[in-house]
């Protein structure tokens, strides 16, 4: 409550205002509270309007007054900026924010139009990403030309980095390569894969997730998008990892290919070793989730230590966004947007659950039966809020949130 008014629901926002004298309250229905200086106009909010652009929104009250804030103009208000300017940016730019401008001396540099006879270097580069994979060392720069490299990478002799020397796989400056088949690596320790897009390639087959990352110390796949697979994952992390991360990824469109429920976005049975899937936007997975996390089966060990936070997740109905099953524990699943699971289902499900110290807690959840199951042994569930995201256009894979309440949730919360 404040004071003495009785909340309907829980206050998920608060913005100061910039003479440090007042601020705003935002609950969990959409309600603004307003105190000190301020300001806010009307009994009762109406609507949140988001300008395009993301550069702030329109308050409408039930009286129709409109109270403006960012550089959403208004002649009742004077304009003060609590609302972040990612808004309403789209899945593009969060798959393309951290591909550098520059690149080293040295680095070695692959392109369509190269030669696996060539030195490798950015005017004689190498033709083939499998030959630039094998070549590049501690330290090293790898940098992939735009364009289609049709090719089924699969567990290659690789050379890891150091923590002192860490290898660099790139997209060049400005440009777009995919990978259309597999991308497998194995003991990618230290390295860092970004702008590396994968997508389904006519060789592949149900069985073979089409990116595969397994064991290796702190590597690290950001910035790309995968999509397309026909298979059990779009990626799978593997083995027994630690310290791994995969961030700002555009992971969609997994189509049915196998069992009930089988074909997911991301799927992580990696051990113990500790992980992040965070900042993705992950969509669409008709016959399975946005992300699993669980041991390859039920005797098999245990999968865990892993934090989910600050992803996007909609429209994964096999049979929710996200599931833990078997031995999982200590995964903790936070600050998500978790929009639209499979009928009568809830965002997280669980499947023979038997490990512990598992924390659904702080997300906003949305077309679903609730944020997680109840009552399930070695799952806790925390304070989620449920709100429409009220995406930019969904439909065309823009899932920059207007709703107010929504905007400090999933992969363009503040921070990013």
Known sequence: STGAIRL???????????????????????????????????????????????????????????????RRPSSTTTTTTIAPATTTTSTTSTTSTT?????????????????????????????????????????????VRGGTYAERIRNPVI???????????????????????????????????????????????????????????SWRYTASEVWGAHSY????????????????????DTYPSNGTNQDHLIYVN???????????????????????VGPPSATSGVAGNVLIEHNTMVNNLGPSNVQLAWGTSNVTVTGNIMDLSG?????????????TGNRVDGNLYWRSTGAAETNTPGLTVGVNVTADPRFVDAAAGDYGPTNLVALTFGANAPGR
């Open 8 to 70: 309907n629901q829980p206050i998920v926002g608060v913005a100061a205002t910039p003479t440090g004298h007042g601020y705003w309250l935002a609950a969990g229905d959409g309600g603004i509270f307003s105190f000190g200086d301020a300001t806010f106009n009307g009994a009762g909010t109406g609507r949140v309007t988001a300008v395009s652009g993301g550069n702030g929104y329109a308050l409408t009250t039930v009286d129709g007054t409109v109270a403006a804030f960012g």
């Open 99 to 143: 591909v550098p401008t520059t690149v080293t001396a040295g680095a070695l540099w692959v392109s369509p139009t190269g030669s696996d006879t060539n030195a490798g270097t950015s005017t004689a580069p190498f033709r083939t990403l499998s030959r630039g994979l094998t070549t590049v060392r501690p330290g090293g720069q790898l940098v």
């Open 159 to 217: 050379t890891p980095g150091r923590a002192d020397a860490r290898v660099l796989v790139t997209a060049a400056p400005g440009e777009r390569p995919v990978v259309a088949g597999l991308l497998w690596l194995k003991g990618a320790s230290y390295w860092t894969i970004q702008g590396i897009n994968v997508t389904w390639g006519a060789s592949n087959t149900s069985s073979e997730h089409m990116v595969k990352l397994t064991d290796g110390i």
């Open 233 to 252: 994952a779009g990626l799978l992390v593997a083995g027994s990892p630690s310290d791994w991360q995969v961030d700002h990824l555009y992971v969609h």
């Open 270 to 292: 990696a051990g113990t070793g500790g992980g992040r899937v965070v900042w993705n936007v992950l969509a669409n997975s008709a016959n399975g989730r946005a992300i699993k």
């Open 343 to 355: 009928a009568n289902r809830p965002s997280v499900t669980t499947f023979e659950l038997s490990g």
